[in-house]
Every structure is written in C-alpha cells, then in structure tokens.
C-alpha cells in the first residue's frame, strides 16, 4: 500500500509538471504595445508544449508580435483587458509553405497565428486579437502575402477557440483547413480594414460546432469551403449574428471537396452598420448563399429559422460550372452535384429587386429542393420592363447573387434547371406597385408548390413557367 501512495504520487506530480500554464509577464513579455514579444511568446509555445502543454496566459496589457506557432497541447489564454497585436512590420511575419496541399496552400503565405498537423490546440479568454490589418495597402491578389491573415489553422485536430475579440485582419480574419473536431463559441468577431476581411472560414474540416458568435465582416461572415478534395463534413452552426457586406452564411465559393450534412440554425442577419466597404455592399450581397461550381458534391444541407433584416438577396443557391482546379496537376473538375436541401422558417425583408434565385445549368440539375413556411416581404418596385428582364446562363461566372444582374423577372423567387422544387407555405409580401410574378420557373421539373400566399394590393401572377413539366400548385 505504501509503495502505491509514493506511486501514485509520483504520477501526480509528473502530472503537475507536465502541464504548466506560462504567465508571459513572467518569461519576459513587456505589454507597452510597442516592444515586439515575438520570440518570447514563441519560446514559451515551444516549451509549455515540449512538457506535455498548458495555458500561455497573456494578463492585461497590449502585446505586439509578428508571426506566433501554436503547437499541440498549448491553448493562448487572453484575460480580460489583453490585446495581441499584430505587428504593422510585414518582415515580422513569416512566410510558410504549408505541407498540406490545397488551393489556398500552393504558396508561402504569413498569418499572426499558424499551426499545421497539431492537436489540442485553442485560444480562449476575454481578451483581443488585433492584426492591425489596416496599415498593409493592397496590392493585386496579394491575400496572404503582403496582407497576413489573423489565425491559419491547418490538419489540427481538437481546437477550441472561445470567447475572444477579433478585428482588423490583414485578410481573413480565421481560417480552419482540413482540421477535425472544431468548436468555436461565443467569439466577436469585427473585420472591417481591408480587402478580404471575412469573419470565420471552415475549408474541408469534419465535425465542426460554431455557436453564440457575433460576426461583423466587409467580405463574406461564416463561410464553409472546399479548397482540397477533403469534403467539409458535420457541420453545425447555431445562435449567431451575423453582419456582412457580402454574404452572411456562405457554403462556397469553392467547392472541390463538396460538403455533406451542413445545418444551420437560429441565426440573424442584418447590414452591418459600417456602410463604406471594401467590397460588396452597404446591405450586403446575400444572406444565405450556397454555391457549388467547382465540382464535388453538396448533399444534405438544412438550413432553419434565419430572420433577415434587409439584404440583397434572400436566398441564393447555385450549381454552376466555373471548374476551378485546386492544383495546377489536378484533374479538370466535373459539373458537381446539388441535391437534398432544406431552407426553411426563414422571415426576410428586402428592398433589391435581385430577388432570391435557384438555378442549375441546362443538362444538370440542382435537385431535391425543399424551402417550407418561407416569409418575404419585397419592398422593390418591380416594372414591367424588369418582368421582362432575360436572364444569362453564365454557367462558368463566378457564383454570386447578383451574377445574372442586380434585376430578375421574378418578385419572389427565380428558379431555373431545378428538378423536384418542393415549396410549403410560402407568403410573399410585396410593395403595391410591384409588377413581377411571385414565382418564374424555367426548365423545371417536378415542382410542388403547396399553399402560396401572396400579399399586395397589385395583381400579381402567381407563376410563369417555360419549358417545365410536372407542375403543380396546391392553394
């Protein structure tokens, strides 16, 4: 028995010595905002980490650093009253060639926080994180490279990233790639500096849990890639916020890896208060996109209960057939494949005549659509000149909810290479002097449209179709 106790407090304390928090006040940090702790913050990373990690905790005060390495076990703890700051000396960021190969991969880029092949890794705290993103002019498509990106986290596994303020990225404020059991919760994000400011990007990541977030960003909110042909996979998002001058929840651009079983729930999007932009628009582009134009395969997405507040366009899906590769060496991409989603319990008001807009490309189908208890109220002035509108195929454009032009013909929804287009208890509320039909259907094949209503004091169609077949609408 006695043998036991001294063993068993042996592998307490070897424990205890193995996971060491590391105060960065006390290793030598100075939080002035002036005096670069790069190499400090990094070699207390690099120790805390060699004996078996803990908590770097960065207590009140501004810490300026170039280019930081999360390695695995180590989680950055910003208390209330810290700021991280990214240094405006771009030669104090460090150019990386990520191992893992994907779109965004082929070329050294620089980030404030990298980390690749790690696991349990984080960021927590009441704190902030500023990239000073500001000072770095745009020059070109220089994403990445004269302009560092917030956080590029790549083939981690188990991140936590919780609590914390972050703003001014030089580029994407965070970007997950190819990482496995992520939880982002109750973080803040305002990203409105320069080009490219999007707020939260999950690239080819499984089992992803993003929840209670406010986001606020000049170019695209929570948006869901597939720059590898790593698809991204159990995803979950839930109680956010989100603000965005281009589209507020985004499955895209691009698609190689396709994306299956996607939800999204209980969130609210509304303009940001911010109305000069970088890009997009002062009420934004979208405020749900899905997109799949570079191949792969998008199936089972559920996306319920969105409340919108003014935007572009409402609802935007959109199989197209850009046919990006991810490398140079890969394979031309196929038409992808869309098919089993459901948006419903959604409530918008808009004041675009670039209604909400479904399409395929002639010869494939986005199939299986399902939109149920659907409110808009469309506050434009449809003309008749705007009914008439002749809308592009564009099947190689680059996929965004204005893409066949800021007018279409429909007051409701434009739906065009669609087969089996399921609508449930859809309302369209629309200005009195709106002349376009509530829906346009073009190439569309099995269409139920069950219990429309429509309200406006002009008289509307319900419906124009072409080239259709199996239409059938149940009032």
């Given at each position: 028995m006695k043998n036991l106790t001294i063993i068993c407090l042996l592998l307490l304390t070897t424990i205890a010595i193995q996971a060491k928090d590391v105060n960065v006040l006390e290793v030598g940090a100075t939080a002035d905002g002036k005096t670069l702790n790069?190499?400090?913050?990094?070699?207390?990373?690099?120790?805390?980490?060699?004996?078996?990690?803990?908590?770097?905790v960065f207590p009140t005060g501004k810490y300026l650093?170039?280019?930081?390495?999360?390695?695995?076990?180590?989680?950055?703890?910003?208390?209330?009253?810290?700021?991280?700051?990214?240094?405006?000396?771009?030669?104090?960021?460090?150019?990386?060639?990520?191992?893992?190969?994907?779109?965004?991969?082929?070329?050294?880029?620089?980030?404030?926080?990298?980390?690749?092949g790690q696991h349990n890794i984080g960021i927590v705290g009441d704190g902030t994180i500023d990239g000073q993103?500001?000072?770095?002019?745009?020059?070109?498509?220089?994403?990445?490279?004269?302009?560092?990106h917030g956080i590029q986290l790549i083939n981690c596994k188990n991140v936590k990233i919780e609590g914390v303020f972050m703003t001014n990225s030089g580029a994407w404020m965070q970007h997950y790639l190819a990482c496995d059991n992520?939880?982002?919760?109750?973080?803040?994000?305002?990203?409105?500096?320069?080009?490219?400011?999007?707020?939260?990007?999950?690239?080819?990541?499984?089992?992803?849990?993003?929840?209670?977030?406010?986001?606020?960003?000049?170019?695209?909110?929570?948006?869901?890639?597939?720059?590898?042909?790593?698809?991204?996979?159990?995803?979950?998002?839930?109680?956010?916020?989100v603000h965005s001058h281009c589209n507020s929840l985004k499955l895209g651009t691009e698609t190689?890896?396709?994306?299956?079983?996607?939800?999204?729930?209980?969130?609210?999007?509304?303009?940001?208060?911010?109305?000069?932009?970088?890009?997009?628009?002062?009420?934004?582009?979208?405020a749900i996109s899905i997109e799949m134009v570079d191949g792969g395969a998008l199936d089972q997405v559920s996306i319920d209960r969105i409340s919108i507040m003014e935007t572009g366009c409402p609802i935007f899906v959109r199989l197209g057939n850009r046919a990006?590769?991810?490398?140079?060496?890969?394979?031309?991409?196929?038409?992808?494949?869309?098919?089993?989603?459901?948006?419903?319990?959604?409530?918008?008001?808009?004041?675009?005549k670039t209604t909400s807009n479904i399409t395929g490309i002639a010869g494939s189908y986005a199939e299986r659509i399902f939109l149920g208890n659907i409110l808009i109220?469309?506050?434009?002035?449809?003309?008749?000149?705007?009914?008439?509108t002749i809308v592009p195929e564009k099947d190689a454009a680059y996929p965004t909810a204005a893409m066949f032009g800021t007018v279409l013909p429909a007051s409701g929804f434009y739906v065009r290479h669609v087969a089996n287009f399921t609508v449930d208890n859809v309302r369209i509320t629309t200005s009195n002097k709106e002349l376009r039909p509530v829906f346009?259907?073009?190439?569309?094949?099995?269409?139920?449209?069950?219990y429309p209503q429509v309200r406006s004091k002009a008289t509307l169609e319900l419906i124009d179709e072409k080239n259709c077949a199996e239409i059938r609408v149940v009032r």
């Open positions: 790069t190499d400090i913050i990094q070699k207390a990373i690099d120790q805390c980490s060699e004996s078996g990690g803990g908590e770097i650093t170039g280019s930081i390495i999360l390695k695995s076990g180590v989680h950055l703890h910003l208390k209330h009253g810290a700021t991280l700051l990214g240094s405006t000396n771009i030669e104090d960021y460090l150019s990386i060639q990520p191992d893992y190969v994907a779109l965004r991969t082929l070329k050294e880029t620089k980030q404030l926080i990298f980390a690749e993103g500001e000072v770095f002019i745009r020059i070109g498509n220089d994403e990445g490279i004269r302009r560092p992520v939880q982002i919760r109750g973080i803040r994000v305002y990203n409105h500096c320069n080009y490219n400011n999007d707020g939260i990007d999950i690239d080819g990541c499984h089992d992803v849990v993003i929840s209670d977030c406010i986001v606020d960003s000049d170019d695209d909110g929570i948006c869901l890639k597939s720059t590898s042909p790593r698809s991204c996979k159990n995803v979950t998002i839930n109680n956010c916020v190689t890896g396709g994306f299956q079983n996607i939800q999204i729930t209980n969130c609210v999007v509304s303009p940001s208060e911010k109305e000069t932009t970088y890009y997009g628009t002062a009420i934004g582009q979208s990006r590769k991810h490398t140079p060496e890969a394979p031309q991409p196929q038409i992808g494949e869309l098919k089993n989603v459901s948006i419903t319990n959604i409530t918008a008001t808009t004041t675009s109220t469309n506050l434009s002035n449809g003309t008749e000149e705007d009914k008439a346009v259907l073009d190439d569309v094949i099995k269409a139920d449209i069950f």
